[in-house]
Nanobody, 118 residues
Framework: VQLQASGGGLVQAGGSLRLSCLAS???????????MAWYRQAPGKQREFAAG???????VYADSVKGRFTISRDNAKTMVYLQMDSLKPDDTGNYSC??????????WGKGTLVTVSS
């Protein structure tokens, strides 16, 4: 399984970015995976959960991004998006994509860097 994240970049505070993550090279699809999620890691800090979507379509958000970020998925592909609005400097970090397969096996991509300037 390869998870390819894209869409990161430099944006001013208050701006928006849209991240994409595609899982390729696998037999996994939305009928047999547990879900997909975005995690982020700020410089010098531990990786933290940002947003996730599970197999039934339900979404979960960290309190720090609730109301500003929206996770969605492409049902035809094993793909998720993260629409990030009203970005803050604290949102700066490397955003990586996670796929949780059956039996709670986790797959990770390298991520895409988001930098929010003040």
């Amino acid at each position: 399984v390869q998870l390819q994240a894209s869409g990161g970049g430099l944006v001013q505070a208050g701006g928006s970015l849209r991240l994409s993550c595609l899982a390729s090279g696998s037999i996994f699809n939305w009928r047999n995976i547990r879900g997909m999620a975005w995690y982020r890691q700020a410089p010098g800090k531990q990786r933290e959960f940002a947003a996730g979507v599970i197999r039934d379509g339900s979404t979960v958000y960290a309190d720090s991004v609730k109301g500003r970020f929206t996770i969605s998925r492409d049902n035809a592909k094993t793909m998720v998006y993260l629409q990030m609005d009203s970005l803050k400097p604290d949102d700066t970090g490397n955003y990586s994509c996670n796929l949780r397969a059956p039996f709670d096996t986790d797959y990770w991509g390298k991520g895409t860097l988001v930098t929010v300037s003040s």
